[in-house]
């Protein structure tokens, strides 16, 4: 498997650690953006009694959720749908009790929790304030001709496309036998990698080379196994399990791109060999490594592996020291 600091200048003025990021916005940004804030808060209205009533924004944004919100709702859910401060929310709330808008059920699943929903009353008080905003919303695209409309709706998609909390990318991971080609990629891979991560030369492509293509043409699938894995589709890593006797089982070739660290797809591939050396009978696993590499020896150390032999040598061009590890199954 394979797996600065920089002093700052006594010139640089204390000023300078406001535009440090060159990625940051620049000081004309934040007052372009800062001023299109003021205009719009302005032109919406927010700063007047909000939709003409006695109620805040905030208040009618509580009810907007409560009104449309496909689930009932808990106060913490609220909470972190507006983020907004727990205590404040849940002010609001009791203000709303008050005024026989909203009314509290015991979760089924949560007997801590309330479940929260807008009584009839709660409707009523809301459905003006909704069909106000939606007039004084169709009035402020009115004023904007026909023809540009399409230009000023798009805008605004942009910037709540730019503007929405960046949602991770879901991750998906799958783990499937090999498949042809998969072999080639996985000599290249190690070529590649330990090239670039520690200087190893072709010799080592070429051992890689020699181990799959035994692989390719001796593999007996009752008794050995490969698996690929991929992440959302591409190959990220690659194990192998190969029979060296009745009773001892070898694992080789596990190789995990950069794309794929970090999210125990290494330790996975591990555990899938042994598991399946242990569903065949083998009472003992082998490993050959190298000390350098450090990320695999975690994983088998963790799994139970001991060293059991360890020597320097020559080898890919560099001084290098060979490790054997092995674990009873």
């Known amino acids: 498997m394979v797996n600065s600091k920089t002093k700052p200048s006594s010139r640089t003025p204390a000023t300078a650690t406001a535009t ?10 934040v007052q372009q953006l800062r001023s299109f804030n003021r205009f719009y808060t302005q032109r919406i209205g927010v700063l007047a009694p909000y939709l003409g009533s006695a109620l805040s924004l905030t208040d009618v944004r509580v009810l907007y959720e409560l009104a449309h919100s496909a689930q009932q709702l808990t106060a913490k859910q609220l909470t972190q749908l507006l983020n907004l401060d727990a205590g404040y929310v849940s002010r609001i709330l009791r203000r709303f009790e008050r005024e026989g808008w ?30 106000k905003s939606r ?29 929405a909390p960046q949602q991770p990318p879901t991750q998906t991971v799958q783990l499937r036998d090999p498949r042809p080609g998969d072999l080639g990629w996985v000599v290249q891979q190690h070529g590649e990698i330990y090239a670039r991560e520690y200087g190893w030369d072709s010799s080592f492509e070429a051992l890689v080379a020699d181990i799959a293509a035994e692989w390719l043409r001796k593999a007996d699938p009752e008794w050995e196994k ?51 050396a242990r569903a065949k009978g083998y009472r003992k696993m082998e490993l050959w490594t190298n000390a350098c590499l450090t990320a695999a020896r975690n994983i088998y150390a963790q799994r139970g592996f001991n060293l059991v032999k360890s020597e320097p040598y020559r080898g890919y061009g560099h001084d290098l020291v060979s490790e054997t590890w092995e674990l009873k199954l």
């Open 135 to 163: 007039d004084e919303a169709a009035a402020l695209l009115s004023a904007v001709p026909e023809p540009q409309r399409p230009q000023l709706l798009q805008a605004l998609r942009t910037v709540q496309t730019h503007l």
């Open 226 to 276: 490969g698996w690929i894995a991929e992440l959302n589709g591409e190959r990220v890593g690659a194990v192998f399990v190969v029979r060296k006797s009745a009773t001892v089982a070898k694992l080789r070739l596990l190789i995990l791109t950069p794309a794929a660290r970090g999210l125990g797809l290494g330790s996975r591939l591990v555990d899938e060999c042994l598991g399946f």
């Open 20 to 29: 440090a990021d060159a990625h940051g916005p620049s000081a004309q940004h």
């Open 102 to 131: 909203l009314s509290r059920s015991v979760s089924p699943t949560d007997a801590r929790a309330s479940l929260l929903q807008l009584t009839q009353a709660g409707h009523a008080a809301f459905a003006p304030l909704e069909q």
